[in-house]
């Protein structure tokens, strides 16, 4: 009985909310099929498996120059099958855990003395579903998902002196976009994000 009472407490001060937001507009109430409350719930829960392998190595054994030169490397790979709570059927879906590629990488090459460093890195992630939307998506699209991206980055230091180091940043220097996508079948595009590359000029100063 105190369950049934905090649910209807909880859904009259969402609907007071939604008629609240009503404001002008004609024939606007929450009984109308515009519409929609959500909630979510504890699922069943699935299993997670994978491996993540990192390597270093710097490049000391070459001669003269060569031998400031370094890479270091990352594989991560995951297998996840998750079931989620179908509100609309009341059962249960399969798919991946959100947020979670399933391989990605990273590559970087370095060049390191006291006075200077830069480095190179190569980023790529596998297609993830959207963690805001869940399973199953919105607008009775069974997913929803981000796209594979790759980006390529370059950092570099050199120390003027001893206390003054001037740094400067390239971000997504192959102005890799991002799009997110509905309908595992279709794959419409829903959303695309263009940050172009980003530049960072900087000066650090040690007292």
């Known amino acids: 009985m105190l369950g049934a009472s905090v649910r209807l407490r909880l859904l009259t001060a ?3 909310v939604a008629v609240a937001a009503c404001g002008s507009i004609a024939n606007c109430a929450p009984e109308l099929p515009i519409w929609t409350f959500n909630s979510t719930v504890n699922g069943e829960g699935g299993k997670l498996e994978g491996f993540e392998v990192s390597y270093q190595q710097p490049f000391t054994f070459l ?27 009341n ?33 790529y992630r596998d297609e993830y579903l959207d963690p805001t939307a869940g399973v199953p998506g919105r607008d009775g699209n069974n997913l929803e998902g981000v796209s594979e991206t790759t980006t390529i980055d370059a950092s570099a230091r050199f120390s003027v002196t001893d206390n ?15 799009d ?28």
Not at 64 to 69: I, K, M, P, R, Y
Not at 165 to 172: A, C, I, M, Q, S
Not at 180 to 206: C, E, I, M, P
């Open 14 to 16: 969402v609907v007071s």
């Open 63 to 89: 001669p003269g120059a060569l031998q400031n030169f370094g890479v270091i490397l990352n594989y991560t790979a995951v297998d996840s099958e998750i079931d989620y709570v179908n509100p609309q059927t």
């Open 91 to 123: 059962t249960t879906d399969k798919a991946d855990l959100t947020g979670l590629s399933n391989s990605a990488y990273n590559a970087t090459l370095y060049y390191e003395t006291q006075r200077f460093g830069a480095r190179v890195s190569a980023a």
């Open 164 to 178: 003054i180091d001037v740094t400067f940043e390239g971000l997504n220097l192959t102005d890799e976009f991002q």
């Open 180 to 207: 997110q996508w509905v309908d595992d079948a279709s794959r419409r595009l829903s959303f695309y994000h263009h940050t172009g590359r980003n530049y960072l000029l900087g000066v650090r100063v040690k007292f």
